[in-house]
């Protein structure tokens, strides 16, 4: 039995029963350590709903990031040049590596890597709604490599300070990795950015294209936003939507600036008195669209996903196999 009132089948890992209510004074106890800054590991106890919510964050998180591979992946084989394609080999590599360090997290808390993937592949899960959308061209790429993960750093450097510590151990190596992908994706987008007016029309089209995605990246606006309230009071969410996308907008805004592009909204400035970035609001019912399996590339990434899962299982089922006869050799 795991903390939090969760009991599992040992064979499975499946949560056979949970608790229906918490206890008030283990909740007393568990609210203070998380006032205190304490982390809280696997076999402590937790509420119900922080867990419930912990495995809905961290789940989709994982599926992200498998996901966020395939619109770069599409263009190993057309990279220009040799170390544009090293490059971009290492990093889906990497993303799909985060996938696993996630899943990992995830797995703690009492849901099966299995049971994930189950939720992904019949919709019942979500993930990040950037990745439902094409990569047309080189200059795609260089846009996800520098403001996509970029995006993704502001995200996950804070919530790094979060509470529960599988999660923040998983999030402060991804975020080495992401530092470096962001730095590629940077160097691309000014290699595009400073070349010839058609590699500048290019990244400017490509901007344009992405950027109403980058800005629903960061979730809905604070007022709309479901579970960031309980999220940040157990400090799992580090800081709300709006902030992360203020602070995206002060660190990327001016760097994509200076480099003579523009940004496809009119009301995009800095209030000067309250040094927080106007903006139009972007379409909120298509983010909904999108990330209810409605975007133009939803059906396509699920589809991938699916062949993967399952062509890939007589690998799997060789390594599972491989790995019982190392665990108990046969004389
Ligand atoms: N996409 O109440 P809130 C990456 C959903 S990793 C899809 O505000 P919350 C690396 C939300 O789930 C990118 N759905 O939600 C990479 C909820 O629906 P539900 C992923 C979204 O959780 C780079 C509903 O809307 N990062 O990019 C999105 O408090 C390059 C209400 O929203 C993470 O997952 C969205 N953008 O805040 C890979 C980080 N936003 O579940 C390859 C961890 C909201 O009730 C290439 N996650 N929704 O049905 C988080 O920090 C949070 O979950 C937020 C949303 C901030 C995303």
Redesign the pocket.
Known sequence: MYGGGYIFDEQSKRPLQTQLEDDPVKLADFERRIAAGEKIEPGDWMPVDYRK?LI???E??????I???L??GTWITRAPGFKRKLALIA??QD?IG?GQLLYNAAETLGKSREMMINDLLNGK???????NYPAETWADVTV??FL??A??IV??VA?SKGSYGPYCRALER?CYE?SF?LKQGHDAFIELATGTALQRSMVQDALNRWWQPIM?????P?K?????EK?MRWK??MAS?DD?RNQFLDSYVPKILELGLTLPDPGLRKDPETGKWLFSDPDWDL??K???GGGPCNSERLGVRKWAEENGRWVRKALMDNNQKKSFPVA
């Open positions: 919510q809905r964050l961290i989709q998180h994982a599926h992200s990031e996901i966020g591979a619109p770069e990093k889906v993303e985060h899960s979500k993930y990040s709604n950037v990745f996800i490599g996509i993960d995006a993704a995200n996950q919530n991804i992401e992908h629903h990246f960061f979730g809905p604070d709309t936003s479901v579970h960031s999220l799992v969410k939507n992360m983010f909904m999108v990330i209810n």
